[in-house]
């Protein structure tokens, strides 16, 4: 879990689920309601491509159904589906989960406002969100969780305590209370917390020293692309800018190409295919073309992060820095089951202006590094700023 905000994704995010941020709710839902302009010609491999991918939905659909009519469970019937037809990124999402995740999208989540790490096989607070039911409450970080709604958390995995905490098993909305057990120094008591819709700092911005703006960008939600077009046009005259895409498993594709368009004046962002109909995604004219800009990556840069990572690397607008990127640069569609959950399967993938494909290769930096990546990219950085 290093590196992640456990208590403050999506309740419903998983290991496959949260790879799934890249093409979903906006582009691929639109495609599926037709909203995205129609190609035009399919090859024979594309018609056998498309072919395939509505026989998965009509496959998985089928075992939902079947299992609702012996009175089994159609989620597991579903999952076992999507598990046989060998699809990487395919997964199944109750109706809440996938209300949330949609929720989510739009920068807003259920929580108590926790940042958390396991550590010595204990969970330890590492960052308590201001004003949040958590921060109400008089908790700090370094406190110690020993306790859920009554189930002990000792040397259990961080996963495990946030679905305690976020009350997975009931799909607790905000406004329900979650008891709390928790331990500093020697005290322990125990805290009611009332869980409550919160936003997401998807966008963070701050100055380094030398004329170095960092603009950190966690998720793609709805907005924080123009967040990202405001922070470059608010930034100081002549600094040049690191873009922190670190740890970002993408999010919404829009959202992304905004950003792009914050460096780019105009031109192509990416190509993508849905059930083998070609699609190309532009950036707006008006970008700043002329900063000096490195953006910063590592293995937990994903999907619509590679997606802008790509971009700006190919059309020579960056210098990439850190280590190599995910590799998630497939498309997936969602399907309403018969019981109301949502199954998502791919349906194709997307490449970099150059052509380059993304899944399951992910981008190299033009400059590997490691820890001292940040200080990297700011040397990098002040070096392009400098005269020759």
């Known amino acids: 879990m290093s590196g992640r905000d456990p208590f403050c994704q999506p309740r419903r995010i998983r290991r496959g689920a949260a790879l799934t941020l890249v093409f979903t709710s906006v582009l691929v839902a639109g495609a599926a309601t037709g909203a995205l302009p129609q190609g035009q010609g399919k090859s024979a491999r594309d018609e056998a491509r498309s072919a395939g991918a509505a026989g998965r939905h009509a ?39 996938y209300e949330e995740f949609e929720e989510s999208l739009d920068g807003q989540y259920t929580g108590v406002g926790l940042w958390a790490r396991e550590r010595d096989g204990r969970i330890e607070v590492t960052k308590v969100r201001a004003g949040s039911p958590a921060a109400t409450a008089g908790i700090r970080p370094g406190d110690l969780l020993r306790s859920v709604d009554g ?36 005290r322990a008591w125990t805290e009611t917390l009332r869980r409550a819709q919160l936003s997401t700092d998807s966008v963070t911005v701050r100055e380094l020293a030398g004329r170095v703006t960092v603009i950190k960008v966690a998720t793609f939600t709805k907005g924080s692309g123009h967040q990202v077009r405001d922070a470059v046009r608010q930034s100081p005259p002549g600094a040049g800018i690191v873009l922190d895409l670190r740890g970002n498993s993408g999010g919404l594709v829009t959202e992304a190409v905004t950003a792009a368009s914050a460096f780019l004046d105009g031109g192509l962002v990416a190509t993508y295919d849905v059930e ?14 002329t900063r000096p800009l490195v953006a910063l990556v590592d293995g937990g840069t994903m999907s619509a992060a590679e997606l802008l990572t790509g971009a ?8 990439v820095v850190g280590s190599r990127t995910f590799g998630k640069g497939s498309v997936q569609m969602p399907s309403r089951l018969p019981d109301g959950s949502v199954a998502e399967l791919t ?42």
């Open 59 to 97: 496959d998985v659909a089928r075992a939902a159904e079947e299992a609702m009519a012996d009175g089994k469970s159609p989620i597991q019937a579903a999952k076992r589906a999507v598990s046989r037809s060998g699809d990487r990124w395919g997964a199944v999402y109750s109706r809440g989960e």
């Open 347 to 388: 349906v194709g993938h997307y490449r970099t202006p150059s052509g380059r494909g993304v899944d399951g290769r992910g981008i190299t930096p033009d400059l590997e590094t490691g820890e001292d990546a940040l200080q990297r990219a700011g040397t990098v950085l002040r070096g392009l700023a400098s005269p020759s």
């Open 312 to 319: 700006v690397q190919d059309r020579g607008r960056a210098l």
């Open 151 to 186: 189930e002990q958390t000792d040397g259990r995995p961080v996963t495990e305590v946030v679905s305690l905490l976020r009350g997975d098993a009931t799909d607790a909305p905000a406004g329900t209370t979650v008891r709390v057990g928790l331990e500093r120094g020697t």
């Open 276 to 289: 083998g109909e070609q699609r190309a995604l532009h950036a707006e004219s008006g970008g700043d073309t």
